[in-house]
């Protein structure tokens, strides 16, 4: 409570809110979250892909920025780091992280996805593309050899290898099996019956559900801030590029660390990409 005199010189008690420590002494970051380490850091990093999707070129200095960023260097996290999931692996990577025991004297946590993504999907490297008509698949190849038996496929296993990229005949027989399936998407979508990490895609709003404590996952983690990060394509639609500045250790304040100097750096064209799978 305090006495606030108005322009008319009238008296009047205020209630104001009382000034935290914290806020009082902004400069002095070490009053704040004392834990050391502070939580720990998830990150699933997909550069390399099975099926049709591109290699992430590039993805390996995300990585080592981040790294360095959240790690005992810069904001004090550990850090856990998955490479090269398929999406049954990134959906138990999200289980195992959320309900480990580990976060129970941290602070925080934070997860980080770097692959490609679709609207609503994370892709894994086992990404599979959801085909409902197989003659378009491969228009020029599918359009000779649509009426050949699966055993005939296979054994035109040498021919297609070049195409998609693979290196087992086994690998392709499961392809195959895949691409069969792919005819009753459209189907299966109607009757709810759709599983995405069937085709190597992990369905977001799945993925965040692991750390919702209130469904009896994250028991740890309840109540604690939890930052996602996902550097995903979500559609179609080209989008613009953008200038790589190089980082300077001058810009930073001191509880702010550097990413990387501008002399260490690898450089970076800045592309536009296709928004679907594409970044």
């Not at 399936?181 to 895609?201: F, I, L, M, N, S």
Request: charged fraction near 35%.
């Amino acid at each position: 409570m305090c006495e606030r005199i108005d322009d008319d010189g009238e008296h009047h008690n205020v209630t104001v809110a009382r000034e935290l420590p914290y806020y009082q002494y902004e400069k002095d970051r070490n009053n704040i979250y004392k834990n050391s380490s502070k939580g720990y850091v998830l990150i699933i990093n997909n550069e390399k892909f099975t099926y049709d999707a591109k290699k992430r070129k590039g993805t390996e200095i995300d990585e080592r920025n981040l790294r360095r960023l959240f790690g005992r260097d810069g904001y004090g996290y550990e850090i856990v780091c998955k490479n090269n999931r398929t999406a049954e692996d990134m959906m138990k990577d999200a289980r195992e992280f959320a309900n480990s025991s580990m976060h129970e004297e941290k602070d925080s946590c934070i997860v980080v996805v770097l692959s490609h993504g679709a609207y609503d999907e994370l892709a894994g490297k086992d990404h599979f593309p959801i085909i409902k008509d197989l003659k378009k698949f491969n228009e020029e190849e599918f359009k000779k050899k649509y009426q050949l038996t699966k055993q005939e496929y296979c054994e035109k296993f040498e021919e297609f290898k070049e195409a998609y990229r693979l290196t087992k005949e086994e690998e392709y027989r499961k392809k195959f099996e895949k691409i069969e399936k792919a005819q009753d998407q459209a189907q299966a979508e109607k009757k709810k019956t759709y599983k995405p990490e069937d085709w190597g895609r992990v369905n977001i709003h799945d993925f965040l559900h692991c750390f919702n404590s209130e469904n009896g996952n994250a028991k740890h983690l309840a109540h604690k801030p939890k930052l996602f990060l996902f550097q995903t394509c979500r559609g179609r639609s080209i989008s613009s590029a953008a200038s790589a500045l190089p980082f300077s250790t001058s810009s930073t304040s001191p509880d702010r660390p550097a990413i990387q100097s501008s002399s260490s750096r690898p450089s970076r064209t800045p592309t536009s990409t296709p928004g679907n799978m594409s970044k």
